[in-house]
């Protein structure tokens, strides 16, 4: 189960920008192929009067990892995405999706690690633009590649990068990218915290001109503590 909070760095004026608290359980069950992952959780904003909110269910395949040499390794995985979010399904008409991803992690040594994963997505939308006009996206195709560092046997230190091309069902694509840095404290094999912090956003800026990636803005960087308990 993990239990994460989390806050935009800025003063709350609407309601995407308020924090929130999330819940979500993680139940697998090991095969000699992989395992069988299930994610299901609730959010519910803290600064706005809002009703309990599920997270969109995801249940899939976790494949074991194929191994290229000592320290390069694979690990593919594949998901149903059901829309059980209220706001997906009313407003965006998300009736579902796939998501596959690919995972490589490659150990430089016992504390330096350097992981890259792709996550591509196919949507499914009963419309194809949201109620309130904008184009619901069809796919969408995400690299992230992180570099990881384990210390005093109990701390690791992760900085992350990512890029993502998305399609809209009329054709057009949208570039975002995003970032965060996290800090995780391993109190024992099922207990552990972590402190991150992020920013994410629209690859260009709105003129479609100079490069709008930042380690900080006022409207979309964010804070989070999460505490996870493995059982």
Known sequence: ADLSLDSNLQKFTTIDD?????????????????????LAGAYKRLEWDERLDLLNFRVGAVFNRVKLGDSVSL?????????????????LSYRGGILGNLTTIWSL???LFVQGATRGILNFHYYRV???GRPNLQASLRQTVSLGYIFLKKFQLLG???LQVSRSYHGYYRNNFSHSQSLTYSHSDKLSVSLALGNRGSLRSA??????????????????VSLTYFY
């Open 130 to 132: 949201s109620e309130t």
């Open 109 to 111: 040594n016992s504390s």
């Open 207 to 224: 003129d479609g001109g100079e490069s709008n990636i930042a380690f900080f803005d006022e409207r979309n960087t964010s804070t989070s």
């Open 75 to 91: 690990r593919p995985g594949l998901h149903l995405i059901l829309p059980t979010h209220s706001y997906d399904f009313e407003q």
């Open 18 to 38: 308020s924090s929130g608290a999330t819940l979500s359980i993680l139940p697998s069950y090991k095969f000699s192929w992989g395992q069988i992952r299930a």
């Open 160 to 162: 992350s990068f990512g």
